[in-house]
């Protein structure tokens, strides 16, 4: 939890909600172009953090977007040309993997979607990350329902506001709503593996990717940091568990630029 403090106070504006509430938000805020919105749980949201699972790289009529699965649903994000240096190359983009995005909200002539969202920043991560972001939006969702009980039970005005207010109104809230949204939290969190199962040493990470993708003369050394970035190793780190690898007579070079099990 510190580390989401620090996370949060370096991008306040920035919330992690899961794909399911998104998915039920309609109501907009305009204020010239800018563009947010109010969640069922009455969150004002006009920037997102999410995190999930790289499922497809399409073109469309309206351009280029990816869409990410968490373990409530999927979200659409569309790509923006003045975004795309923070991105990673388009061939890494290969499902599957996991993603870590912002975006923010653009209007959309769409009935049934009134908005769409633009990706901000990507970020190749590893499975122990997105367990930490689902960790993170189940328990920010957990105060929102907890503070939409207390409002709709006992007329809590020190917990009510004027989001709050407008979303009940909107959205019909009620504690039939209020189940249905904690049990997204009860969904993400049985994604999240055990400790012992996604602390897995790089080094055989690497062995495994090795193993897996080589052809009669190895694997090449860029294809070797493509896949291991999907793991969330980096390249220094992919750097010095090969060193350490070829020292130990683990793999060796039989050309420049291949890697190959010894």
Not at 86 to 99: A, K
Not at 117 to 134: A, P
Request: hydrophobic share 35%.
């Amino acid at each position: 939890m510190q580390n989401y403090l620090k996370i949060r106070d370096k991008f306040p504006a920035y919330h992690a909600l899961f794909a399911a509430e998104i998915d039920k938000t309609d109501y907009l805020i305009l204020s010239g172009s800018k563009i947010s919105v109010i969640s069922p749980t009455g969150l004002i949201i006009s920037k997102i953090w999410f995190t999930g699972t790289l499922i497809s790289y399409d073109s469309g009529k309206s351009g280029e977007f990816i869409r990410i699965a968490d373990p409530t649903g999927g979200i659409s994000f569309y790509i923006h040309p003045k975004y795309q240096d923070y991105y990673p190359p388009q061939e890494d983009l290969v499902p599957p993997l996991f993603l870590s995005v912002t975006g923010s909200f653009e209007r959309d002539n769409n009935f049934h979607h009134p908005f769409r969202i633009v990706l901000e920043t990507c970020n190749i991560i590893d499975r122990k990350r997105r367990d930490f972001w689902i960790a993170t939006a189940a328990a920010d969702l957990s105060n929102r329902l907890n503070m939409l009980e207390h409002v709709i039970s006992y007329g809590d005005q020190e917990k009510q506001n004027d989001a709050i207010s407008e979303a009940i109104i909107h959205y019909r809230t009620d504690r039939s709503l209020i189940c249905n949204l904690g049990k997204i939290s009860l969904i993400a969190l049985n994604a999240i593996q055990p400790a012992e199962n996604i602390c897995k040493d790089p080094r055989d990470i690497i062995l495994e990717i090795i193993e897996e993708h080589s052809g009669s003369k190895g694997i090449n050394i860029d294809e070797l940091t493509r896949y291991s970035r999907r793991h969330g190793i980096g390249e220094d780190l992919l750097k010095d568990t090969l060193r350490n690898l070829i020292s130990d007579d683990e793999v060796y070079q039989p050309a420049p630029g291949q890697i190959k099990l010894l």
